[in-house]
């Protein structure tokens, strides 16, 4: 049987964010950098990120910035957390990606 100890997941998530100026910081030197392996995007459609300003457009036009991505997948009714709200169906398209791989 497997457990899961939430608080420290959400002690985790939350660090990201408590550390989110470092991390930009970290991440600065990918800034303008494709992509350029076989992905995968996946987000719920109830994510108030994917409704920011301009996000349709990027959203939309991800493939000039991922050029090998295979596939977006919005998941009806998921917010912002999708490996925890829907394993299932992220699980089943992470393995679908990989065995299109094969």
């Known amino acids: 049987m497997i457990t899961i100890d939430f608080r420290k997941i959400r002690m ?19 800034a303008g950098k494709l992509v350029t392996i076989p992905a995968l995007y996946v987000a719920g459609e109830r994510d108030l990120v994917v409704r920011f300003p301009g996000m349709d457009q990027l959203i939309s036009n991800l493939s000039k910035f991922v050029p090998k991505l295979r596939q977006t997948i919005m998941l009806p009714g998921c917010g912002h957390w999708t490996q925890q709200e829907r394993p299932k169906e992220v699980n089943a398209a992470i393995v679908e990606l990989l065995r299109a791989l094969e």
Do not use: K, P
């Not at 990201?16 to 930009?24: E, F, K, P, S, V």
């Open 12 to 30: 985790n998530i939350l660090a990201w964010y408590r550390n989110i100026d470092r991390n930009w910081e970290f991440l600065s030197s990918f």
